[in-house]
């Protein structure tokens, strides 16, 4: 008979062990009623993260995950539910403009998301700058505003009967040094969206300097297991690849990228940006099983009426100012070139020692600091032309956001051939 204590499951894990259903989900269970103790649990994250998991032990982690609290059903509603999910990174607003633009499409798009932690940030982070708007949305809510054929799309705090044992294991493992699990880290993420009841997910795994995930294979490996669990919990699910060694876009913070997202719905924006939007719209339209075009819906105009009724249905005014940061600092060029190189980590870690990110869970945030790239790879740049300027409501911050910056980017001479543009963003794909 299979042990049924912590102490076994633990050791069994360390000696390379794979867990039985029946001691997955019983810890899984006792560790959300507190019946484990953290200690415990966390003894248990380290030995998965050395000793790894099967596709099985995954899936059925993943399973008590869910099975740790409700599930949502939108099976009924009167069009196609997808979502999207990517692992963060720097400047990652495509949130914004691609919930909407997918709405604009036929589809409903229940996203749930997180708040930023670190050098990246959180969607509700950014949404939020905006005034009047609430990342809170009942379950009953959400229904009436994925009905309706002028919204169609949600963006919202998962509530806390969601998936309670991944909150739990999550904190946890922030502090205990096991966030790096792949399997912990798939099952985290796919619990969640299995969870929220889409039909349909499309994941954006980032690769890079400033995404968790710092190499191809690692990405490769992340990107395979998220899709297994989707599909073996009956969800239609494909994985790109993208690069975050440069930030996407030209800025990183919250009500900047707000302002940037909306310059993207308008018909304009980084290139960038609009690139990786319509690629994710058109792999989320195929998954809902549509015929539409990402590309017209955006120049028409639907995707930003879409996003105006979206920010209106969750108490936000899409008209109002948003904030702005009471002191900035511009970095210039100390001579002409290439700018050849301008890495992503370097600037989340500026954005979030301005004061756009958090130290801790709770923490508020600047909503109008951050970093506002003035020239993106490629550019060429004359002596004493603005750089990067960065934002604050603490001038204090500059000193510590500038040793952020310090060798985060590199002038080459003015004859070198410009860097690759954001057509090489997409890396590669992952599907089932």
């Known amino acids: 008979m299979t042990a049924l204590d912590a102490v076994s499951i633990i050791t069994a894990k360390r000696d390379g062990g794979e867990l039985a259903d029946t001691q997955i989900d019983w810890i899984v269970d006792a560790f959300t009623r507190r019946a484990v103790a953290d200690e415990q649990m966390a003894a248990l994250a380290m030995a998965i993260l050395w000793r790894g998991m099967t596709r099985r032990e995954t899936a059925r982690w993943t399973a008590a995950m869910i099975a740790s609290g409700t599930r949502m059903d939108f099976t009924d509603l009167p069009r196609p539910t997808v979502d999207k999910h990517s692992t963060g990174g720097v400047g990652d607003k495509i949130t914004l403009p691609l919930a909407p633009l997918v709405a604009a499409c036929g589809a409903a798009v229940p996203q749930l998301s997180g708040r930023g932690l670190g050098h990246t940030g959180g969607t509700l982070d950014k949404l939020e700058a905006i ?50 699990s792949i399997p912990l880290i798939a099952s985290s993420i796919m619990s969640k969206k299995i969870a929220e009841g889409t039909a349909a997910l499309v994941l954006d795994v980032k690769v890079g300097s400033g995404a968790f995930m710092k190499d191809l294979d690692s990405a490769r490996e992340l990107a395979a297991a998220m899709v297994e669990l989707g599909l073996d919990s009956g969800v239609r699910t494909v994985a790109l690849l993208t690069a975050m060694d440069t930030p996407l876009g030209r800025t990183a913070g919250n009500a900047l990228e707000v302002a940037e997202s909306v310059e993207v719905l308008a018909g304009g924006g980084p290139a960038d940006v609009v690139e990786l939007t319509l690629t994710l719209a058109r792999e989320m339209v195929a998954a809902a099983g549509l015929d539409a075009d990402p590309a017209a819906a955006l120049a028409d105009g639907r995707a930003m009426d879409h ?126």
């Open 131 to 180: 005034p009047g708007w609430r990342a809170e949305v009942p379950v009953a809510r959400m229904r009436e505003i994925l009905t309706d054929p002028a919204i169609g799309a949600v963006v919202c705090a998962a509530g806390a009967d969601l998936a309670p044992a991944d909150k739990r294991l999550y904190a946890l493992r922030d502090v205990t040094g096991t966030v790096e």
């Open 307 to 432: 996003w105006r009724a979206m920010v209106r249905a969750q108490g936000g005014d899409p008209d109002a100012p948003l904030p702005r940061a009471r002191h900035t600092e511009t970095v210039r060029a100390d001579r002409a070139g290439v700018l050849t190189r301008l890495d992503a980590m370097g600037v989340g870690l500026a954005a979030w020692r301005l004061g756009a990110g958090r130290r801790r869970q709770g923490d508020p945030v600047q909503f109008g600091a951050g970093v506002e790239l003035h020239a993106v790879p490629g550019d060429r740049v004359i002596a004493g032309q603005s750089l990067i300027t960065l934002h604050t409501d603490t001038p204090d911050a500059f000193p510590a956001a500038l040793a952020a910056l310090d060798g985060a980017y590199d002038l080459a001479p003015a004859d070198s051939n410009p860097a690759p543009t954001a057509v090489s963003r997409v890396l590669g794909r992952v599907a089932g």
